[in-house]
C-alpha cells in the first residue's frame, strides 16, 4: 500500500515552519514538494498523474526517492527563502514513511533488506541448502552494496534496477544435535527491478539473482 500523501506533506511542512516562525503559502509549498517529487511545475505533476494508468502513478508507490537539491532550486528560481525547502523536505519526512533523499539511503533502509530476504527464501537456494542439513544464515550478510543502477533514476520512465553482490554466509550441523559447526559460503550476484510509479515512486517487480560458483 502507497503510503503518498501530498497533501499532508504540505500540512507537515507548514506546521514545521509555524514551529520556526517561518509562515508557508500552500502554493509555494506545492511546487516546492513537486519539484522534489520530480516535476518541473505543480501543474506538470497533476497533468501527469491524471493522465497515468492505474498503478503507475505517485498514489500507487511503494517507495520514493525525492530530490532534494530540485526542491531548493525551485526556490531560487523563484526567489523564495531556501528556508521553504527545508520545512518541505521535514513534512515529506513527517508524511510519507518510505520516502528516501538518495539512492544510497534508499538502499540501505529498504531495497537491500528485501534483496536479501528474497535470495535466503528462494525454493532453488533452500533446496540446495537442505542438502547440507540445517542451515542458518547470518541476517546482515558481508557486501551487497550497490554495484551498479541501471540507468539515471529520475530519467527512468518505466523501469529501473539496481545490481549488487555479496557472500551468504551459513553454518551447518550433522543431523546429530551437536553445535553448529561448518560454514558454508556463497557469493551471490542480484538485481532488483523496479516499476516507475510516477517520477519519483517505485514498485519492486522481481529480484532476480544467481550464485557466482566460478
Not at 4 to 23: D, N, P, T, V, Y
Not at 146 to 163: D, I, Y
Request: glycine content about 8%; some cysteine.
Amino acid at each position: 500500500m502507497s503510503s503518498f500523501s501530498f497533501g499532508r506533506a504540505i500540512a507537515e511542512a507548514r506546521a514545521f515552519g509555524a514551529k520556526h516562525q517561518f509562515s508557508i503559502k500552500v502554493s509555494h509549498a506545492q511546487e516546492v514538494l513537486a519539484s522534489m517529487f520530480g516535476y518541473k511545475t505543480y501543474s506538470a505533476m497533476l497533468i501527469e498523474q491524471s493522465l497515468v494508468s492505474e498503478g503507475h502513478g505517485l498514489d500507487a508507490a511503494e517507495h520514493f526517492i525525492v530530490n532534494v537539491e530540485w526542491g531548493t532550486q525551485r526556490c531560487r528560481d523563484k526567489g523564495w527563502s531556501e528556508d521553504l525547502a527545508a520545512c518541505c523536505l521535514a513534512g515529506v519526512r513527517a508524511a510519507i514513511p518510505h520516502a528516501y533523499e538518495t539512492v544510497d539511503d534508499f538502499w540501505h533502509k529498504a531495497a537491500r533488506g528485501t534483496v536479501i530476504a528474497q535470495v535466503y527464501e528462494d525454493s532453488h537456494f533452500a533446496g540446495r541448502m537442505g542438502e547440507m542439513a540445517h542451515i542458518e544464515y547470518d541476517p546482515n550478510p558481508d557486501g551487497f552494496e550497490v554495484e551498479s543502477l541501471s540507468g539515471n533514476f529520475w530519467q527512468a520512465r518505466e523501469e529501473w534496477s539496481l545490481t549488487t553482490s555479496g557472500e551468504m554466509q551459513g553454518e551447518w550441523d550433522d543431523g546429530d544435535g551437536q553445535p553448529l559447526v561448518l560454514e558454508d559460503t556463497i557469493d551471490v550476484w542480484a538485481r532488483a527491478i523496479f516499476r516507475k510509479s510516477g517520477r519519483a515512486g517505485l514498485i519492486l517487480d522481481r529480484v532476480e539473482f544467481r550464485p557466482q560458483l566460478w
